[in-house]
C-alpha cells in the first residue's frame, strides 16, 4: 500500500521561487511515491479574504495551473477544491472540542499571522476572527479527512502540524484509535530569502520572484535586488553572504556558483555583469515552466477536468474517513 501525502495551498496567488524551492520541489519528487492529494484551500483562504471572493474565486485557476506548470502530474496528483469537501467542514466541528481557545491563541503562526493582518484584526488581534483563530483545526480536517500521513510544507508550517498532531492524539485518546498522526516533509531549502534580504519571500512583502514574471519584470527585479552595500565600485571585493544575487545564482546558477563566489571575493566581477548572468539563468530557469502554463492556459477546460477528476477521487477518500470517525463518535445513526 503505498502512503497517502496531503498538502495544501491558499488560493490567494500566483507561486513564486519561494514556494518552489520551500515546498514544490518536494511534491515533484514526492508524486512518484506516493497516493498524492494536492488541496486548493479557497475555505482557508477565505479565514483572511472573506472580503474578497473575487480574490480567492480567481486564484483557484491560477494556483493550479501554476502547479501544472512545474511539472506535477494530474495522473498522480489528486487537485481537489477544499469546498467540494463537506467533510472537511464536518471534521472541523468534531475537532473544534478538543482544541483550547488558549492553545489556538498560542499558535506561533497564527500569531505572527494576526500580527501581520492589523487592517483585518486589529492592532492587537481584538477583532481576530472565530474562523481565522480556527484554522488550525480546519487544516487539522483537511489532513486527516485523508488519512494523509506525510505532508510537504515550508516551515513556517510546522506549528500546525504540531497542533494537528496534538488533535489526533486526542481524538484517538477518547474515542479509539481511527485517524494516523501526519509527520511533515520538509525540503533541504526551507525558507527563501526575498529580493530585499529579507529572510523570507512572500507576497505581501512585495519581495518576490514569481513563476508567471515576463523576461522584463526578471531584469527590473533582479537589478533592483539587495547586494554588499561596502563594493561601491565595480572591482571593490564583496561578501557573497550578505547578497541576494548571489543568493539566486545558488538556486538557479549552481554549475557556475564556485566561480561567482570566487570572483566576488576578489572583485574580478561586477555587480551588473553578475545581475545580468542571474537575469540569464533565471530566465533559463523560467523558461520551460512558462511554457508548460501556456498550454494550459490555452486550454482552460483541460484545468477544469484535471479538477473535477481529482475533487471526486478527494470525495470518495473522505466518506470513508468521515464514516470511520462518525462511528468512532457514536454519531453513526
Ligand atoms: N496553511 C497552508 C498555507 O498557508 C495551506 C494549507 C491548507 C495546508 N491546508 C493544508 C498545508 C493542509 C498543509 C496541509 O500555506
Not at 503562526?109 to 492589523?118: G, H, L, M, R, W
Amino acid at each position: 500500500m503505498k502512503k497517502t501525502i496531503l498538502t495544501g495551498l491558499r488560493p490567494t496567488g500566483n507561486l513564486h521561487l519561494g514556494h518552489y524551492f520551500g515546498a514544490c520541489q518536494n511534491y515533484l519528487k514526492m508524486q512518484n511515491e506516493y497516493d498524492f492529494y494536492l488541496e486548493i484551500a479557497d475555505v482557508q483562504a477565505l479565514t483572511d479574504n472573506f472580503n474578497n471572493p473575487e480574490k480567492v474565486r480567481k486564484n483557484v485557476k491560477e494556483i493550479t495551473m501554476d502547479l501544472l506548470s512545474i511539472g506535477l502530474d494530474p495522473k498522480k496528483v489528486n487537485f481537489f477544491i477544499q469546498s467540494k469537501i463537506p467533510e472537511i467542514a464536518e471534521l472541523t466541528v468534531f475537532y473544534s472540542n478538543l482544541v483550547t481557545v488558549a492553545r489556538l491563541q498560542r499558535n506561533p503562526t497564527v500569531k505572527n499571522e494576526i500580527a501581520q493582518k492589523k487592517e483585518l484584526f486589529g492592532n492587537n488581534g481584538e477583532s481576530i476572527t472565530y474562523g481565522f483563530l480556527g484554522y488550525p483545526v480546519s487544516q487539522a480536517a483537511d489532513i486527516t479527512a485523508f488519512d494523509g500521513e506525510l505532508v510537504p510544507v515550508g516551515d513556517d508550517q510546522l506549528p500546525l502540524l504540531e497542533q494537528c498532531r496534538e488533535i489526533v492524539r486526542k481524538f484517538n485518546s477518547i474515542y479509539g484509535t481511527v485517524l494516523k498522526e501526519p509527520e511533515q516533509v520538509l525540503s533541504n531549502i526551507t525558507r527563501v530569502k526575498g529580493l530585499d534580504g529579507n529572510e523570507k519571500m512572500g507576497k505581501s512583502l512585495g519581495n518576490a520572484i514569481y513563476l508567471i514574471d515576463d523576461e522584463e519584470t526578471i531584469r527590473k527585479k533582479v537589478m533592483g535586488a539587495v547586494t554588499d552595500p561596502n563594493k561601491i565600485k565595480k572591482d571593490d571585493p564583496a561578501n557573497p553572504d550578505i547578497c541576494m544575487v548571489y543568493y539566486y545564482h545558488n538556486l538557479v546558477n549552481k554549475e557556475n556558483l564556485n566561480s561567482v563566489c570566487s570572483e566576488c571575493k576578489m572583485g574580478t566581477r561586477g555587480c551588473v555583469a553578475c545581475k545580468k548572468e542571474l537575469i540569464n539563468k533565471m530566465n533559463e530557469f523560467l523558461k520551460p515552466i512558462k511554457e508548460k502554463r501556456k498550454e494550459y492556459e490555452e486550454n482552460p477546460d483541460l484545468v477544469d477536468e484535471i479538477l473535477k477528476n481529482g475533487t471526486a477521487k478527494a470525495q470518495a477518500k473522505a466518506k470513508e474517513q468521515i464514516n470511520k470517525v462518525k462511528h468512532a463518535m457514536k454519531i453513526d445513526y
